[in-house]
């Protein structure tokens, strides 16, 4: 009988790495079921979104006709997280999330840019604002409009971790 050499053991197991985007006060060790409700309004506060319980997490703020599309992330209580707008002239829909309410470059945290011109799922990459080549995008973020659910966000390093 013929002796077939050993399969080659398979890669480590990559542990997921922790990131804070925006502020550690955020993170958990378990997911976190949200949902974000569209408005439909031409004041302020286009967005909300919710816990299973209903309880309102965040808010988002902004007009619905402005030049970059400018928009303000707000927590529970009204305290500015983030603001993002869209970057004007670009073929992919680019926007910048910055600090605050600042829209200065220097308080850049991330940009975020659909996968491909064309899709039939939503599928985002996005870059920490330290990954300047964007040749390789630092999370994935996967999902459908239509069916209402963000399926995964995945991280970079050296293959895509995606919690199924």
Sequence with gaps: M???????????MQTPVSVS???PHFQVGYAVDLTIQKKISLAE???????INGNIMFTVKGK??????????VDAVG???????????????????????????????FSVKKSSLIQ?????DVFMASNTSEDVCDFRIDGS????????????????????
């Design 79 to 109: 305290n500015p997280l983030v603001t993002f707008q869209q970057k004007l002239l670009t073929s992919h829909r680019r926007w910048q999330v910055f600090r605050g309410e600042s829209t200065d470059s220097s308080n850049l945290l």
């Design 21 to 23: 985007v925006i502020d």
């Design 120 to 124: 039939f799922k939503t599928k985002l």
């Design 145 to 164: 409009y239509y069916e209402r659910f963000m399926r995964r966000i995945c991280w970079k390093h050296q293959q895509y971790h995606c919690p199924t």
């Design 45 to 51: 506060g286009g967005f909300g979104v919710t816990d």
């Design 64 to 73: 619905l006709f402005s030049l970059h599309d400018r928009r303000v992330l």
């Design 2 to 12: 013929m002796a077939y050499p050993p399969a080659p053991a398979p890669p480590p």
